[in-house]
């Protein structure tokens, strides 16, 4: 994808703060930082989402995820994180190309926890929406 901000990135046609990369995944300093070393981690085809990522490629994700939190552990003295993906434009996402927010927390930065992201408690009853799942497990 041509102008995909993340493609350049990871082709390194577009120079970044780049933290650490593997075969698959590229990890840099998000230019917008929420905090202190706040990085992104991002597959180097372009994926879009989640679901569009080959199992074969689990154990890199992981492996880079993990160098991340060491690097920034030892670097920015801490081992509290908050890391996750706005999975869709309800979400958040503004690039169409996966990545991951690796976001250090730190004492007193007025962060909340995950849960302070929405607060959309459904009008069913949690079996409710258990059954309504189940029933399209495939
Ligand atoms: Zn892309």
């Known amino acids: 994808m041509d102008k995909c901000i993340f493609c350049q990135i ?3 046609d577009i120079s970044s703060f780049i933290l650490k990369e593997n075969d698959d995944f590229i990890a840099f300093l998000d230019i917008k930082p929420h905090a202190p070393g706040h990085s992104l981690i991002i597959p180097k085809n372009h994926y879009v989402n989640l679901l ?23 670097s920015l003295k801490t081992d ?6 706005n999975e869709g434009k309800l979400a958040g996402r503004l690039i169409d190309h996966l990545h991951i927010h690796i976001i250090p ?16 408690p459904p009008s069913q009853s949690v ?6 799942i189940k029933k399209y497990e495939s």
Request: proline share 2%; aromatic share 8%.
């Open 127 to 132: 079996e409710e929406i258990y059954r309504i």
């Open 80 to 85: 509290n994180f908050t890391i996750g993906i």
């Open 105 to 120: 927390r730190f004492n007193n930065d007025k962060g909340g926890s995950i849960h302070s992201v929405v607060y959309n």
């Open 52 to 74: 569009e990522i080959p199992e074969s490629l689990a154990e890199n994700l992981i492996s880079i995820i993990k160098d991340v939190i060491l690097i920034i552990s030892k």
């Open 10 to 12: 990871s082709k390194k």
